[in-house]
């Protein structure tokens, strides 16, 4: 099972910036997809970015031009670097792993991190 840890929400100001981190540990196999969802209040938990192994990363609509994903050279943490943050943008951040093993999908979650902006 993938263990991950995600650190650096907070509390910031409209047009602020944060650094998200999140480290996966606990698996001795390729994760093939790792990515930020995030959920406001009331909300759905939707896409913000992803990045694959070999790289491709793609993000939710409403933060393509503002986040960039990317991830370390081990390939065990991604960061999530948001800019222009709006009010909008708050909500619980979670990181997750996806992998699949012997045809099958497995994925995990880390325990969210908040994310606040105020206008």
């Known amino acids: 099972q993938v263990q991950l840890v995600e650190s650096g929400g907070g509390l910031v100001q409209a047009g602020g910036s944060l650094r998200l981190s999140c480290t996966a540990s606990?698996?001795?196999?390729?994760?093939?997809?790792m990515g930020w969802y995030r959920q406001a209040p009331g909300e759905q938990r939707e896409l913000v970015a992803t990045?694959?192994?070999?790289?491709?990363?793609n993000y939710g609509d409403s933060v393509k031009g503002r986040f960039t994903i990317s991830r370390d050279n081990v390939k065990t943490t991604i960061f999530l670097q948001m800019n222009s943050l709006k009010p909008e943008d708050t909500a619980v951040y979670y990181c997750?792993?996806?992998?699949?093993?012997?045809?099958?999908?497995?994925?995990?979650w880390g325990q969210g991190t908040q994310v606040t902006v105020s206008s």
């Open positions: 997750n792993a996806l992998w699949f093993q012997r045809l099958k999908i497995f994925t995990s």
């Open positions: 606990g698996s001795d196999f390729s994760i093939n997809v």
């Open positions: 990045i694959s192994s070999g790289g491709s990363t």
